[in-house]
């Protein structure tokens, strides 16, 4: 057996700060009150989250890239058969994170156009119009069920490579390396300071569009006529 770098940093701070953050989201919801400004700000951290991510698939080290884990439908049956081999996220745990981004990420975003009816309005409310906010909030609230589900089967998978395939997928997402046989892979490559800081700053200017800043302020009231007694 030998030791490889798997997972870069990037990768898994992602990893940790969108589990604090889907965390603190779900919290301020079920508070509310003056708590949803908090659950605002954690969606942003969560639209930003995913950008780098996303972003970082293109641009990162080897086995956080797309082109290199996302595969087809015969890759995937090939896995359930047991004929795949390889580090990193199988075919069929490929799925799991873009089905994984592709939620969150309709979540965070229609969470920018929602609004509670009583005092909470998203950043990006004024965008859209009274109905289509509705909408996308009611979308909003049954997707929440979505992603329970959508987490319980991500964790449960995890449980099932630790504990019964002796497959420890937890341990490289925090120490970045694992342990596999001589010759099957490699040290991650790629992904260096420049992608990063591209990722980054691509990232920041999504949640600066997203909080709202693009959008003018309503022009100020007129000043109410006054009555001089003429």
């Known amino acids: 057996m030998t030791t490889i770098r798997l997972w870069d940093l990037p990768v898994r701070v992602f990893h940790w700060l969108l589990v604090l953050a ?33 972003i970082w698939g293109f641009l990162g080290s080897s086995y956080a890239r797309f ?47 929602a609004n509670d009816e009583i005092a909470f309005y998203g950043p990006l409310y004024p965008l859209v119009s009274s109905g289509l906010s509705g909408t996308l909030s009611g979308w909003h609230r049954q997707t929440e069920w979505y992603l329970y589900g959508l987490v319980a089967l991500h964790v449960a998978a995890v449980l099932f490579h630790t504990w019964v395939k002796k497959d420890n997928l937890l341990k490289p997402m925090v120490t970045g390396n694992k342990k596999v046989e001589s010759g ?10 420049l992608a990063f800081v591209v ?32």
């Not at 099957?184 to 300071?193: F, I, T, W």
């Open 22 to 54: 889907v965390i603190g989201s779900m919290v301020t919801i079920k508070v509310g009150g003056s708590w949803m400004a908090w659950h605002e700000r954690f969606g942003l951290v969560i639209i930003g989250l995913l950008s780098f991510r996303i």
């Open 67 to 113: 082109s290199q884990f996302v595969r087809g439908p015969g890759a995937v049956v090939a896995y359930l058969k047991g004929h795949w081999q390889g580090v990193g996220h199988n075919p069929l745990g490929a799925l799991s994170v873009l089905a994984l981004i592709g939620l969150f990420g309709f979540q965070a975003v229609s969470g920018l156009f």
């Open 184 to 193: 099957q892979a490699k040290d991650a490559e790629g992904g260096g300071a």
């Open 199 to 230: 990722s980054l700053v691509l990232a920041l200017v999504v949640v600066w569009a997203a909080s709202g800043e693009l959008i003018s302020p309503p022009p100020a009231p007129e000043p109410a006529p006054q009555d001089l007694g003429w």
